[in-house]
């Protein structure tokens, strides 16, 4: 299948493109997307590039009704050279994978698919924002398209890229947030889905999302689904605590989503000789240590905010602040590096860099 070209139908009228103080989270798209279709015997096929449109389905779809779909994120920046490059692109497509197996969809192809990004990318290069901490969002999924309702694993999929230009995470520079741990609804249980990129495990966050939204909450932080105990992640985040000299992040326990840029700041902090432990932690331990005056930092790690810092993080009635509310130096540190690598500004000595030729062999 590698061998194969991918077709590519360029769109006749190009969009008009969103000046970099209109630029959103996911609500502007490219004018073009990758898709490939799935059906048996025949195996992933038909891989094409065409105009940025909608797809038609039957509604019996089987994605619309048992939710078996998986998507990965991640983005394309723009160098000072006005290069684009991507960061690790070959673990997000490993992570699908990762994803499809426990989902029952058919793996695709990394290589080819990784291939597939960069030819879309480089045609729809224009879209890649310039202004400072602007990117262009990469959203691959796969989605169930055969018509049937019977629950069974489909025969049909879709797999599908999109690109949305977006905007800086932090407009006013990086900025610690209020998190509230989340005692009664859970993200994922072990055995269950949490491991794996699907929509599923967002559609089910979302209650105790909102439920403390109001209260100025960014987002709640989860924990494990038994004993409502030990630590697992921030919203969508892999998270980190700073306690006594030593980085700690909770152990991938079968229900944590291996983050990208959580093995990143594991590896830059190993490559720094700063301590840092994956093990579990419970609330009453972080408690605990904050009550001893030591929990120095904490933040959360993924690839939208990249670093976001904890400033404060409330559990029942018991209010715990970290650093005055204020970014601590190790996050600060990991934000720079991470986004200097990703930016090109600075150098990259681990391999993180895939870039994109500007002429990708149509
Ligand atoms: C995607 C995701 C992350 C972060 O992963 P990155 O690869 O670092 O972007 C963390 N937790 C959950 C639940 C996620 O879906």
């Known amino acids: 299948m590698e061998d194969r070209p991918i077709q590519v139908n360029l769109s006749s009228t190009g969009k008009e493109k969103p000046k970099s103080d209109e630029l959103q989270f996911g609500r502007m798209f490219t004018d ?27 509604p019996s779809a089987m ?28 673990k997000n497509l490993r992570r699908i994978n990762h994803s499809n197996d426990r989902l029952c969809i058919p793996r695709i192809d990394e290589e080819f698919a990784l291939k597939a990004l960069k030819q879309l990318i480089a045609l729809d290069k224009d879209w890649i924002p310039d202004a400072e901490g602007t990117s262009l969002y990469i959203r691959p999924f796969i989605i169930s398209t055969e018509a049937f309702l019977g629950v069974a694993p489909s025969r049909h999929y879709k797999f599908i890229v999109i690109l949305s230009p977006v905007g800086a995470y932090y407009k006013e520079g ?87 840029t959580r093995k990143s700041v594991i590896e830059l902090l190993k490559h720094w000789e700063i301590p840092v432990v994956e093990r579990k932690i419970s609330m009453e331990e972080l408690y605990q240590a904050y009550c001893d005056g030591l929990v120095e930092e904490a933040f959360g790690s993924g690839t939208a905010a990249v670093i976001s810092p904890i400033g404060q993080l409330t559990w029942d009635d018991k209010d715990m602040v970290f650093n005055n509310m204020e970014t601590g130096p190790i996050a600060k540190k990991l934000y720079d590096t991470l986004t200097g690598i990703q930016y090109g500004k600075i150098e990259d000595p681990f391999g993180w860099i895939e870039k994109i030729k500007s002429r990708v062999t149509l």
Request: charged residues 20%; proline residues 5%.
């Open 32 to 58: 073009h997307m990758f898709v490939m279709d799935y059906s048996e015997p025949a195996g992933w096929h038909d891989a094409r590039i065409v105009p940025y449109q909608p797809i038609a389905m039957d």
């Open 63 to 90: 994605v619309f009704h048992y939710g078996q779909s998986v998507f990965e994120g991640l983005k394309a920046y723009l160098t000072p050279e006005g290069d684009a490059q991507l960061f690790r692109p070959e």
């Open 174 to 260: 990086i900025n610690p947030v209020k998190i509230a741990v989340e005692n009664k609804y859970v993200r994922a249980a072990v055995g269950g889905t949490g491991e794996a990129k699907t929509g599923g495990n967002y559609a089910s966050s979302l209650k105790a999302q909102e439920l403390v939204a109001d209260s100025g909450f960014a987002q709640v932080l989860w924990l494990d689904a038994v004993e409502r105990k030990y630590i697992e992640e921030v919203g969508s985040m892999n998270v980190f605590f700073k306690i006594n000299g030593e980085i700690v992040t909770p152990i991938l326990n079968g229900s944590i989503l291996e983050g990208i």
